[in-house]
């Protein structure tokens, strides 16, 4: 029994709670490791499954709610530091009140990088909480069950092609090797006729 068995035996509440955290906090780079745990079989998918959802969208919560409570009066104050002009921020306040909000939302999830600054604007523009939440819960099911599958899948794929390619590093060598011995004598002939 390797430690990470050992750990995952001994403490397997604490590896959801650092998933659950993990995932309000960051995100991402959490999830795909929640997935290698899954799928090295150490956690259950669907405890996994739950917490990943659960912590995510606590996150988004506590990120909507800093940007309804913080987000207008900082955009306003740093507008020129965010290149973010008058027009530009009421563009922004139009889109997430009458526009077409929840594709945006709902797409952001799966843009690593720019989803909690979507997630902040929604709150400061003034997206309705109910809108928001319902929209949020869905893409982040979606989110958490596809990138956990692609996970699983990768994984599977990645011990597939290890078995299939075992040797190739040894004959990419040799060839390698071959094609350099062709060279070297090639040249010196090349010289001599010179």
Known sequence: MDNLEFFSFIHPVLIYGVIFLGLALEGEIVLIAAGLLVY????????????????AWLGDMVWYWAGKTFGSRYFEKHQR????TKKRWLMLQKHFVF?????????SKFSYGINHAIIVVAGASG?????FIKVD??????????????????????????RLTKNVGLAVAVVVI?????????????????
Request: no cysteine; charged share 15%.
């Open 40 to 55: 090295f079989g150490l956690v259950n998918y669907f405890l996994v499954l739950i917490t990943v959802f659960l912590g």
């Open 81 to 84: 530091w965010l290149f973010l």
């Open 99 to 107: 526009g077409n909000s929840q594709r945006t939302i709902f797409f």
């Open 127 to 131: 997206m309705s909480r109910r809108k």
């Open 137 to 162: 819960a869905y893409a982040t099911l979606a989110w958490a069950i596809i990138i956990l599958g692609l996970v699983q899948f990768l994984g599977q794929s990645f011990d597939y092609i290890q």
């Open 178 to 194: 071959i094609f350099v011995l062709v060279e070297i004598v090639v040249g010196k002939k090349a010289v001599k006729k010179l």
